[in-house]
Every structure is written in structure tokens, then in C-alpha cells.
């Protein structure tokens, strides 16, 4: 099972949230705001640790079908090791950096590895560490300023990234679009276990992570 979860930090709503103790207090346990506190870019550590929650909470909602949502409950950790990445193709960011991290949350142990950036922080989060290594992602920016706009650009992208790398062909592959569950892929109108799908975006960024199971 995998989640994941986009962060626009273009967005001035997302910036300075650092400074404040009861929106700090009501997301972040003791030894996630002394991260945050430690942090040389706090507003960037905010939302890492965010995203983190958001894409462990996918993966949990998946397991369970329980969609409550109780960020305090779900305990991040991360590596001390910063891992330095490749460059990847998003305007206006000159590279990135990966945090890996583990997470605990209603009895369950999930991994994740955040892309932290000067315009978005991108996570996703896995029940097996093994995934992070196989996960093919994307990450986009549009014009679209339309949910449904970017819903459908999203999908049609994610058609064509899985095409590319497996042998399906994309005119036989649909996405689900219900927004109140998991995105679900079916090839020739048959649902599949093999595809494992998530998808995010936020302001302009659009996201997605997948696994192919053989």
C-alpha cells in the first residue's frame, strides 16, 4: 500500500505557520516541533512532517477503511542521514533533497521519503520500506487552476506514465475519479491489484506515486 501528498509552497497561506503554537500544537507532538525549532527553513519543516502524516494517513485509510483523521496519532521519525537527490524536472526548483522517515500510527509502522524543495515538499509513504525503492512518481505544474481541470490532467498523465513503463497500453487503462475514495485502476474495465496508485495536488503541483506489482 502506498499514499502520498503535495505541498505548494508558493502558497503565502503555508508560510509562518512555524510561528504558530496552537496550529503547531494541534498538528505536531513534543519532538516534531522540536524539529521544527531546530530547523535552518522551519515553514519547509512544517510541511515536510505534514506531508508525512498526509501520506501515512492514505496508506492507514486504505488498510483500514477508517477515514478519521488524528495527525498527533501518527508519530514521525526521521533518519538523521539527508540524503542529497538528483535533479528532477519541476520549474523553478534547481534540486532537491530527500528525508527519509518512519512513521507510527494505529498500530501500524509506515515509511516514507519526502523530496524537500524550494517550491514544494512532495511525500509518499509505504507499509514496506522495499516500495520507496520501486515507486515510479512524477511531479507536475499547470496552468489548470480547476479541480476537475487538474483532476483530469493528472489522471491522463498517470495513464501515460504507467503505459511507459509497463506493457499495457494506455488507451486500456482508466482511473477512478471519486474524490471520497482511493484512485482505483482498471485495465480493460477490470479492476487490478497489480497497479498501486496515489495521487495529490496543491495549487499548481500535481503528483502521483505507483508500484507495479508482478
Do not use: C
Not at 501528498?5 to 516534531?32: G, V, Y
Not at 478519521?68 to 542521514?81: G, I, M, N, T, W
Not at 519526502?114 to 520500506?129: P, W
Amino acid at each position: 500500500m502506498i499514499g502520498n501528498d503535495i505541498i505548494d509552497m508558493e502558497d503565502e497561506r503555508n508560510l509562518n505557520r512555524f510561528r504558530q503554537k496552537r496550529f503547531l500544537d494541534k498538528l505536531f507532538n513534543p519532538s516534531e516541533q522540536n524539529l521544527i525549532a531546530a530547523s535552518d527553513m522551519p515553514d519547509h519543516m512544517v510541511w515536510a512532517l505534514w506531508s508525512i502524516k498526509e501520506s501515512a494517513y492514505k496508506v492507514v485509510n486504505r488498510l483500514t477503511g477508517i477515514r478519521s483523521y488524528a495527525p498527533l496519532l501518527y508519530e514521525v521519525q526521521l533518519d538523521s542521514a539527508l540524503i542529497k537527490s538528483k535533479m528532477i524536472n519541476a520549474e523553478n526548483n534547481s534540486g532537491v533533497e530527500y528525508l527519509n522517515s518512519s512513521i507510527s500510527a494505529s498500530g501500524f509502522k509506515l515509511f516514507a521519503q519526502t523530496l524537500v524543495a524550494r517550491n514544494f515538499i512532495y511525500s509518499h509513504a509505504s507499509t514496506e520500506y522495499s516500495y520507496l525503492n520501486h515507486l515510479k512518481w512524477n511531479i507536475e505544474k499547470t496552468n489548470a487552476t480547476k479541480p476537475q481541470q487538474q483532476s483530469h490532467i493528472m489522471r491522463e498523465s498517470a495513464k501515460k506514465h504507467i503505459a511507459q513503463n509497463s506493457k499495457i497500453r494506455i488507451s486500456e487503462i482508466l482511473i477512478s475519479n471519486d474524490r471520497s475514495k482511493p484512485p482505483l485502476v482498471r485495465i480493460n474495465h477490470k479492476f487490478t491489484d497489480k497497479i498501486d496508485l496515489s495521487l495529490t495536488h496543491d495549487g499548481p503541483y500535481l503528483a502521483y506515486s505507483y508500484i507495479l506489482h508482478s
